[in-house]
């Protein structure tokens, strides 16, 4: 069974930093691309990042491109989301989401991924 947990959330001034990490279960997790999404108040769920399978594509939203990155460590099963220059339009839950299919390139649309972690909370203060 394919688990996903969150962590590195939390409060952090505008302009801060903040790494997210997700632990993947399964000795399969290689074989898939992933992508971070969040949802903010009023808002429906966004595309924030995707990582290929083999980390070597990577997608960025565009309000948070030069200033995200994403990247995993396939050894470890882990997926991050290091966030630098954060602005308070940033405050969401951020979830992390596993591709259906596997040797993907990653997608912006959520109904791509078939498994999603509970998510963590980022605040970000101005």
């Known amino acids: 069974q394919v688990q996903l947990v969150e962590s590195g959330g939390g409060l952090v001034q505008a302009g801060g930093s903040l790494r997210l990490s997700c632990a993947a279960s399964g000795r399969t997790f290689s074989r898939y691309a992933v992508g971070w999404f969040r949802r903010a108040p009023g808002k429906e769920r966004e595309f924030v990042a995707s990582?290929?399978?083999?980390?070597?594509?990577?997608d960025y939203a565009d309000s948070v491109i030069g200033r995200f990155t994403i990247f995993r460590d396939n050894g470890k099963n882990m997926v991050y989301l290091q966030m630098n220059r954060l602005k308070p339009e940033d405050t969401a839950v951020y979830f992390c989401?596993?591709?259906?299919?596997?040797?993907?390139?990653?997608?912006?649309?959520?109904?791509?991924?078939?498994?999603w972690g509970q998510g963590t909370q980022v605040t970000v203060s101005s």
């Open positions: 989401a596993r591709e259906e299919s596997s040797s993907g390139l990653g997608s912006r649309r959520s109904a791509a991924y078939g498994y």
């Open positions: 990582i290929s399978s083999n980390g070597g594509s990577r």
